[in-house]
């Protein structure tokens, strides 16, 4: 089997949510970080066939990328990676799947079944690019979530600092209460590029979901987050 380039992609950006990941057999992958506070589940347009283990995902991403056209043949403790002219052939191990953080599937349907969020709003690439950048400029790690007048409003801040620079920009989304600063660390935001249906709830938990294709985050919000007073 290849990797697709969408799978690849996905499998990229889940290894900066954990450097370790399981693949289950089908075509859903999913990751959770170590510190159990950013959550995710894609269908990629591939099927596995069989549950396997990678204990440093990037490394295994590398070593895949050392032969043109990789071609990958699964085992039961190994891969052999082989390129199209054949002279070329990595074995590569895998590591058992209980030395490993990985979300299961009730835990990733708990995740789906949340609709409960206080605060929706959109968030396209252009926006999470401004913010993105915003950050880096400033050097603030926290993104504010705030309502007023019907308008919804993200704010890269310095919540420690109140008379920090900050960056806002105003976002289409409803909400049902004005009386809420939901925080979030920009650092956990480890989402690939694109628009996104956002969901906030009061349990401090967000939900990013993309337009466009079965993928999901759910990230944790900071603590000092309030809502309703």
């Known amino acids: 089997m290849q990797l697709t380039e969408k799978t690849t992609q996905m499998l990229k950006n889940y290894s900066g949510i954990n450097s ?3 693949i289950h057999s089908g075509n859903t992958i999913s990751t959770m970080s170590e510190a159990r506070n950013i959550l995710s589940s894609c269908t990629v347009d591939m099927t596995f066939n069989q549950t396997i283990g990678l204990y440093d995902l990037n490394e ?3 070593v895949v990328g050392l032969v043109d056209e990789p071609h990958l043949t699964f085992e039961e403790k190994m891969v052999n990676i082989g390129d199209s002219t054949g002279r070329s052939k990595i074995q ?7 030395h490993l953080t990985s979300p299961d599937t009730a835990m990733i349907d708990k995740a789906n079944s949340m609709n409960d969020f206080e605060v929706k709003f959109t968030l396209d690439n252009e926006t999470l690019s401004k913010i993105r950048r915003a950050a880096s400029t400033l050097g603030h790690e926290t993104i504010s979530i705030t ?10 801040c310095d919540p420690e600092n109140k008379t920090s620079n900050t960056f806002s920009i105003e976002v289409p989304g ?3 209460s004005e009386e ?3 925080l979030i660390n920009i650092n956990n935001v480890k989402i690939v590029n694109g628009d996104y ?8 938990l967000s939900s990013f979901n993309h337009t466009e294709s079965d993928l999901k985050y759910w990230i944790a919000l900071e603590k000092a987050s309030t809502y309703g007073v």
């Open 197 to 204: 249906n956002v969901g906030v709830s009061s349990k401090l």
């Open 147 to 156: 309502g007023s007048n019907g308008a919804i409003k993200l704010t890269v």
């Open 180 to 182: 809420f600063n939901f």
């Open 92 to 98: 590569y191990y895998l590591t058992d799947i209980d």
């Open 20 to 22: 370790n990941m399981v």
């Open 174 to 176: 409803e909400y049902q």
């Open 60 to 62: 295994f991403l590398g």
